[in-house]
């Protein structure tokens, strides 16, 4: 399978392919701000649509890119059709026409459900859950709909439009003993209740509790194995340890004022995280970026991206029993950071990128660092590949191991280097390019055995096209505004400000406020360092979000594991997490 | 079990006693001053700097350390079994310093000499197995027993190959005294016919001294810390330096029965000792700072699917070739 070079595909013959199907009315379309095509579908008949959408249309849609929910009650511009309380809505992805689609369904009370997904798609799954979890909404048919983010004995849905969003607005926290000890009791893992058996013919199975702290499970991640012997036979994902409400925040946040947020969700992505929100805030606002502000931002990007991947390959071969490689990658990671820090000021969490540009321009004698960086690097990488990837011992523990196929990725929901390994050069930066990534030449690596041993691999190649392409970035870096010469670019540009008292008020309210940003919904999605990670922002006209979503890779890479290390060894479980190359924070949001 | 001596006969008591008292001295210094050696070596070879604050090069970094794990706390966790849980970390360093004392260090210098020595160094390291498990069922902890597993299985598989990698030099050489071994090296070091026997004990000794890339009764990335997860304190202090004997001794028999222990030109004969054990002891710690770790069943598999042939093929053709020489002669 090849990615299509085609541009996005808005054809609007979707429309007409679902009426000749269910008939006329079925699905209404909306208007947007971003390039996917919405339909509204009523509750009643989702499912054959949905059905249809994956299995039954011409190119269809494969893959359940996301599925979360909008709580409509508190909107000043409803633009829900019939009136609505909440909606639903499905994100489905298709790489043959190289498009996305979304359809919502309107539901109305306050507690509605709607019949499950799981069937049509596993990977919905979790994402349900999320949303009985943050909203309240069930899902009949759903195999075991309980809380997945939040602890099991937390009341309300945070993010419904009536829960609290602050501390300070919740009453006081208590922990007696009683309560201590039922937090406690919540927590006991009950193998009956996710259909796990103790006992299978003559073998007595052992549980082992892996997390949510163990040296290999890089965060506060937690899986409950289902031992016989050493062999896996069955595990449960546990996640929600790391969850810090970040959509909700962003509700609370003005549009400026969450961009640091963002860098904290992939918190080894840094800037690259502030992407994403940027754009699909640009284009809420209608914003059109200068050259130089698109060539500064994919540098930083691709500057993470090899962050990103150092920590990654440093702890992989680490979770397969070599000491020495992390330490040679973490010191690389630093001179990566020395450029970050002399650009951005910041290290790990710059908050550098702007609504409309970045914070400051690139400063004096910034070509010469990255420059030396480049010449560093490139030898560095040939021989990590002597000490790591060409590892007798470290090849017989990784080939082989975790390994899925391209249908079955797509199943579940698979974005990234992880999709790339099995064969399939999907990278969005060539697929849809965003902020200029057009104009550089770089090449999307790939492998083809979908195991633990390929998805290393690719990131491996990624590093060496992320040089390539921060060296064109040095090579034909365009002069010009650091900042888009547009009303809602936020802060404005100081040099306007000046001149008269209408300036001054502008810029004052930009500051203080924060950009009003007109009503509409737009989503932009970048080739992450994990993965997709995506923004959907609804703007209600207001000074904050009213619904920001964050659709992060690693969620949907996770909520495999049991699927790829069932038969397996412990071992090759810790091998497989380092393959996925996950950061809680990531996962939990 | 008769005394023989080289040189010098070690005949007073008081003679024996202090030989022995200084070696004891010397061995534990040894194993102390050795994490420090480690941790600056893998330090080295990784591209940082190690302990280099605490006294001279940091060399005081283990006395503090030290220091500070004979005031901990001596806690036994409510859920182990205290007794063996406590007996545990003693195996180990009274099985590996057992073994030690058999290694004639030089002529005149060792604690005892006795004409089964090699047998007595593998009895006494096959005990080391017993710390293990007792550890980790004793611990009552799942990662812990699991390591126990993995310990179990291993040391008792590679102590297979172990005794039968020697048992080729036993053939060269006509006995079971070291020191005699040594002595019958003074032509020829046993490394040059014996290479394969050399090859298939280091890797067994690494295995039995459960070191990097052998060390997954520890595996700290998959069991926490394996074995010793609930250990801390003096106790687990206890393992640490178990484990640096154990490499010391092990680099030692490595020397001695392969690369003519004390004999070489020039150097006073300890000094050759001591620099062919820090040469081995030096190998171990670049093999920490080079490999992965295999699987537990790779492990297993290549132990008796390529030691343990290869160790038979080197005793049946050293067999051969003995009794060929003593045919022909």
């Known amino acids: 399978m090849r990615a299509p070079e085609s541009p996005v595909d808005r054809d609007d013959g979707i429309q007409a392919q679902f009426e000749a199907e269910f008939g006329p009315g079925v699905a209404r379309p909306q208007a947007t701000r971003d390039e996917v095509p919405t339909f509204r579908v009523d509750a009643n008949r989702v499912k054959p649509v949905l059905r249809f959408a994956k299995c039954g249309m011409a190119r269809p849609y494969p893959m359940l890119y996301d599925l979360t929910a909008i709580d409509e009650r508190e909107r000043v511009h409803p633009d829900a059709d019939p009136p609505a309380d909440f909606t639903l809505v499905y994100h489905l992805l298709s790489f043959e026409r190289n498009a996305d689609l979304r359809i919502k369904v309107p539901l109305q009370g306050d507690r509605p459900s709607l019949e499950t997904v799981t069937d049509l798609w596993p990977a919905a799954n979790w994402y349900e859950r999320e949303v009985w979890d943050m909203f309240g909404i069930g899902f009949p048919g759903h195999p075991h709909l309980v809380r997945l983010l939040m602890p099991p004995t937390w009341v309300g849905h945070p993010l419904r439009k009536e829960h609290p969003a602050r501390a300070t607005e919740m009453a006081e926290y208590r922990l007696p003993p009683e309560r201590e000890d039922a937090e406690q009791a919540a927590l006991k893992f009950r193998p009956e209740d996710w259909g796990m058996r103790p006992a299978s013919g003559r073998s007595e199975f052992m549980f082992l509790n892996l997390g949510p702290n163990h040296p290999s499970v890089h965060g506060v991640f937690r899986i409950v194995l289902e031992l016989d012997g050493e062999e896996i036979v069955d595990c449960v994902p546990d996640i929600g340890y790391h969850h810090r409400g970040a959509e909700k925040m962003a509700e609370r946040q003005s549009w400026h004022s969450f961009i640091p947020y963002t860098d904290r969700v992939d918190y080894l992505g840094g800037v690259m995280n502030n992407l994403p929100y940027v754009l699909a805030v640009e284009k809420l606002a209608g914003i059109q970026l200068p050259a130089r502000v698109q060539v500064i931002r994919v540098m930083m990007a691709e500057f993470f991206r090899i962050a990103s991947h150092l920590v990654f390959y440093g702890t992989f071969a680490q979770d397969v029993g070599a000491l020495s490689p992390v330490f040679f990658m973490f010191s690389d990671r630093e001179r990566v950071f020395d450029i970050v820090e002399a650009i951005c000021g910041g290290r790990m969490h710059p908050g550098w990128f702007r609504i409309g540009g970045v914070a400051q321009d690139l400063p004096q004698g910034w070509d010469r660092l990255v420059a030396e960086f480049v010449r560093y690097f490139k030898p560095r990488l040939d021989h990590y590949d002597r000490m790591v990837m060409r590892n007798a011992i470290l090849k017989k523990r990784t080939q082989g191991v975790g390994r899925y196929s391209l249908e079955e990725a797509i199943e579940w929901g698979v974005t990234g280097p992880g999709l790339r390994a099995c064969g399939f050069a999907w990278d969005f930066r060539k697929a849809r390019p965003y902020s200029g990534y057009e104009q550089f030449e770089f090449d999307v690596p790939v492998a083809t055995h979908g195991d633990a041993y390929d998805r290393c691999l690719v990131r491996v190649q990624e590093m060496r096209e992320s040089l390539r392409i921060i060296e064109q970035c040095l090579a034909h870096m365009p002069a010009g505004d650091y900042k888009a010469r547009h009303p809602l670019t936020t802060p404005p540009p100081r040099e306007r400000m000046l001149h008269d008292i209408e300036t001054l008020i502008d810029h004052f309210l930009g500051v203080s406020w924060g950009p009003v940003i007109p009503p509409g919904e737009a989503f932009a999605n970048v080739e992450a360092t994990k993965g997709a990670n995506g923004y959907y922002l609804i703007s209600d006209g207001g000074t904050m979000a009213y619904r920001a979503r964050i659709r992060t890779p690693t969620f949907a890479h996770l909520q495999m594991i049991p699927l790829i290390s069932r038969g397996l060894m412990i071992a090759d479980l810790i091998a497989i997490l380092g393959s996925i190359d996950f950061v809680m924070a990531d996962v939990d949001r | ?329």
């Open chain 2, 1 to 329: 079990m008769g005394r023989r001596g080289e040189g010098k006969p070690v005949s007073s008591l008081a003679q024996g006693l202090a030989n022995a008292f200084g070696i004891l001295v010397g061995l534990l210094g040894l194993a102390a001053g050795l994490i420090w050696v480690e941790r600056r070596l893998l330090a080295l070879w990784q591209d940082r700097y190690g302990p280099n604050r605490v006294g001279p090069f940091g060399l005081l970094q283990v006395v503090a350390d030290m220091i500070k794990i004979f005031f901990k706390d001596d806690w036994v966790p409510p859920f182990a079994d205290a007794p063996v849980f406590v007996l545990a970390p003693m195996v180990i360093v009274l099985s590996t310093l057992g073994a030690f004392a058999v290694v004639p260090l030089a002529p005149g210098i060792g604690v005892s000499d006795l004409n089964i020595g090699l047998l007595f160094f593998l009895a006494m390291s096959s005990l080391g197995v017993y710390s293990v498990i007792l550890a980790g069922w004793a611990s009552n902890n799942k990662y812990a027993l699991l390591g126990a597993l993995r310990g179990a299985a291993q040391m008792l598989s590679y102590e297979v190959f172990m005794g039968l990698a020697l048992m080729g030099v036993v053939l060269e050489a006509g006995t079971f005294d070291l020191r005699s071994i040594v002595i019958a090296q003074r032509h020829l070091w046993y490394c040059v016919p014996q290479f394969f026997g050399l090859v298939v004990f280091v890797v067994a000794g690494i295995a039995e001294a459960r070191r990097l890339p052998f060390d997954l009764p520890e595996a700290e990335a998959e069991l926490v810390a394996g074995f010793h997860t609930e250990y801390s304190g003096l106790k687990f202090g206890l393992f640490f330096v178990g484990e640096y004997i154990g490499i010391i001794v092990i680099s030692a028999m490595i020397a001695t029965l392969f690369f003519g222990g004390w004999l070489g030109p020039g150097l006073p004969p300890i000094a050759w000792f001591l620099v062919k054990v820090a040469v081995g002891i030096a190998f171990f710690i670049l093999l920490r700072a080079s490999l992965p770790r295999p699987r537990y069943d790779q492990l297993m598999a290549y132990g008796w699917k390529v030691m343990l042939p290869v160790a038979l093929a080197n005793l049946a053709v050293t067999g051969a070739v003995v009794v060929a020489r003593a045919g022909g002669g």
